[in-house]
């Protein structure tokens, strides 16, 4: 399972972005998609999740600003976020929780990570 994620860039703050992350390769299932991100020195942390079923999970400081969507029949999701701060600076990464074969358990499959620079 291979996952490409594009969106990331250069915005303002208060501006918007969106975060497209594909999944490709051999694939059985995806039970979850999510996005984490990363700043130097820290670790990496939760920003959003959603399951095949479409329930969500968002981080206390992303709610009400980012939304997370998911197309599964393009093994695709999305985050949408609005209303950035500086603060939400850092490498997002996509990730999948996916089986490639039904005899295969379900394991975590990372991108490559995407940078978001919000300016003040």
């Known amino acids: 399972v291979q996952l490409q994620a594009c969106g990331g860039g250069l915005v303002q703050a208060g501006g918007s972005l969106r975060l497209s992350c594909a999944a490709s390769g051999t694939i059985f299932s995806i039970r979850s998609m999510g996005w984490y991100r990363q700043v130097p020195g820290k670790q990496r942390e939760l920003v959003a999740s959603?399951?095949?079923?479409?329930?969500?999970n968002y981080a206390e400081p992303v709610k009400g600003r980012f939304t997370i969507s998911r197309d599964n029949a393009k093994n695709t999701v999305y985050l949408q976020m609005n209303s950035l701060k500086p603060e939400d600076t850092a490498v997002y990464y996509c990730n999948a929780e996916a089986s490639a074969t039904s005899l295969a358990f379900a394991m975590d499959y990372w991108g490559k990570g995407t940078l978001v620079t919000v300016s003040s």
């Open positions: 959603i399951t095949s079923g479409g329930t969500t």
